[in-house]
């Protein structure tokens, strides 16, 4: 009998820490970022640039630089989910954003082709 307590005590503890993993990634998640479009490239191969807000910098480029332009940036990141970014925002337009932690939805893209930072990020952009 004392075994099966100790099972259900067992199971019970590592629901609730696996639960609290669960909560402290559903707030970052939840995180606000501000941003800028720098470069609305051909077939949605944009460039935004974090103005505000910590993204680990293992995610972002921390200096890249246009091939085109020959100009550089710094914390910027490629749009990955670009059917789901506003028309509306153009380039230099500031604008708040959440990182789209769900699924893939699919995007049927172009082909064609303008530089972008290696490193990509899917966003959601929100209201202020």
Do not use: H
């Not at 559903?26 to 944009?46: D, M, P, Q, T, W």
């Not at 959440?98 to 952009?125: E, F, H, M, Q």
């Amino acid at each position: 009998m004392n075994l099966m307590k100790l099972f259900i005590l067992l199971t019970a503890l590592s629901t609730i820490i696996l639960s609290a993993g669960d909560c402290s990634n559903k707030k970052n998640s939840n995180a606000k970022y501000k941003g800028r479009l720098e470069i609305k490239g051909i077939c949605f191969n944009y460039t935004i640039k974090l103005l505000e807000g910590n993204i680990d910098t293992s995610k972002i480029a921390g200096k890249w630089v246009d091939e085109v332009t020959n100009k550089s940036y710094t914390n910027v990141f490629a749009l990955e989910n670009p059917c789901y970014f506003p028309d509306s925002i153009k380039q230099g337009d500031e604008f708040y954003f959440r990182l789209d932690t769900s699924a893939n939805k699919g995007c049927i893209k172009c082909l064609a082709y303008y530089p972008t930072p290696p490193k990509r990020l899917p966003i959601i952009v929100i209201e202020k």
